[in-house]
DNA sequence: GTCTATAATCCGATAGAC
DNA sequence: GTCTATCGGATTATAGAC
């Protein structure tokens, strides 16, 4: 049979409208409720793409995560190049992870919600991720230079970002109703009230 | 043939025996990959009691779902009782929390970890349950009494739990290494200064 | 490379003896 | 109430035509 997109200029590679059609319905249904079944249809693939573009299910969503978490950790690279104290990388990092929660919120969702070790074998804690040491490492940089109160490194972390990821979870969660930016001045200025050097 | 446990007296009853493998195997494998085979073999009994006590699979995550967060809603009350400020109810919550993660890992991590969404049907999200509502509404409390700075209810609550909660999530996987209860007078100090009316 | 149809496996739930 | 054995259905993965 002629191949389901050959007829029409196709506006993305297969391997996109896979991991486009996953993600939604990984955030819809989770991991484990959407079967290859529900991709290949939502995707509007046959199954004979799937598996020549993946070697199976959790192959998906280990390129899914890889990417994501990428993503994630070119906005962090980006906050600490654009700046040059803990402060400002702090707040910029939280800017661009609110932003990112509006504009994207199913791969947001998916890097800060999902149990990644239940579906992908192997893979290290999310926790233990570049993104996340880098963001511990941004506050504890700053602990050294004088400029953050003396503190563990993680201890340091969860005081800086834990506000923010919390209001994020709120917010994909449905509880916060209005757009994450709109909140940024006010809790930085909290934040970093409450862990600046004094 | 005879009755598995009828010979020996029964050190626990078989509901809390199943309960107690669940909540083992989900902790360690996650609800999906946890088959209802792997839950009778952990807790001991047989298919047959499994589906006398419970009328199924999703069933059994429910119970314990609803009995772990009322154990944690409990624990919020009491702090609640005992005392009659936000800020000692707020640090008297986070400091039963750090020990609940430090004495019961497992419950702690199905209450803030799991995705209940995904297993239990027509679930609210936890933010939405009584615990987390209780928690928010003493930090809200104190913003109407003007004992803690004038914010929205939920940036309020993300302000004063936010860095503890990221804490049990990092004391669950592994990242930090010392009790919590050792960093609890640091956390709460830092915590509540960046709250608290001036 | 893409497609359909099918195979192999696993899981939740049930039947029926005791 | 507890037990074992089994069924039906869903799911992942593959075979083989085009």
Redesign the interface.
């Known amino acids: 049979m002629a191949p389901r997109n050959s007829n029409k200029k196709r506006t993305k590679p297969i391997r996109t409208q896979i991991l486009d059609a996953a993600l939604h319905l990984y955030s819809s249904?989770?991991?484990?409720?959407a079967s290859i079944h529900d991709i290949q249809r939502e995707a509007d693939v046959s199954m004979g793409s799937i598996y020549n573009h993946f070697s199976g299910k959790e192959a998906i969503a280990k390129a899914l995560y890889d990417d994501l978490l990428g993503e994630m950790e070119a906005l962090v690279d980006d906050s600490i190049a654009d700046h040059d104290t803990a402060a400002s990388r702090c707040r910029a990092t939280i800017k661009a992870l609110f932003e990112h929660t509006e504009s994207e919120p199913e791969k947001t969702g998916f890097i800060l919600?999902?149990?990644h070790?239940?579906?992908l074998t192997d893979e290290a804690?999310i926790?233990?991720s570049q993104a996340f040491v880098k963001m511990r490492d941004i506050v504890h940089a700053g602990v050294r230079s004088g400029e953050v109160?003396d503190?563990?490194p993680?201890?340091a972390?969860?005081?800086a970002?834990?506000?923010?990821?919390?209001?994020i979870?709120?917010r994909l969660?449905?509880?916060?109703e209005h757009p994450l930016p709109e909140?940024l001045d006010?809790?930085w200025s909290?934040?970093w009230?409450?862990?600046k050097a004094r």
Chains 1, 2 share one sequence.
Do not use: H
């Not at 249904?29 to 409720?33: E, P, Q, R, S």
């Open positions: 249904k989770g991991y484990f409720n919600n999902a149990r070790r239940e579906f804690p926790c233990s109160r503190m563990q993680w201890t972390a969860s005081m970002f834990g506000p923010a990821l919390r209001m979870v709120l969660d449905g509880m916060i909140s006010e809790v909290l934040t009230d409450a862990i």
